[in-house]
C-alpha cells in the first residue's frame, strides 16, 4: 500500500526540508519507505501524512541499500498507540496462537 508521506529525523534544523516519501509497506505497527537519506537505527522520525493532518514519530529499527540508485529502504515501528494509518488491520493471528499456548497463571 502506497501512502505518500513527509519524513524527518526528530533532531533535524527547523529550516531543513521534510523528505517527501512513500510507503512500499505498512502493518499496524509500523512500516516500510524508500529514502534519499540513510537513516541509522535508533534514528526517530517525524513522520506526516502529505494529504492529511495527521502526525506519528517511528523509530527506524531497519535499513538497507535499495534496488535504486542512491535509494534506501527504510523499516520503521511507529511509537506511538495504533491507528496512524486509519486501516482496520485483520487480527494479529500470531499474538493468539502464542497467548493460547502458554499456561496462564
Known sequence: MRVPL????V???ATDEWESVETLVVSLHGGMIRSRHQF???T???IRMRNKQRF???RVVWTAAGERERAYEVGFEILEPPGFWEINFPKDR??????ASFPHS
Not at 513527509?6 to 529525523?9: A, D, E, F, H
Open 6 to 9: 513527509y519524513v524527518s529525523p
Open 11 to 13: 533532531n533535524a534544523p
Open 40 to 42: 541509522p537505527i535508533g
Open 44 to 46: 526517530t522520525l517525524d
Open 56 to 58: 506519528t514519530r517511528g
Open 94 to 99: 500470531w499474538s493468539e496462537k502464542q497467548q
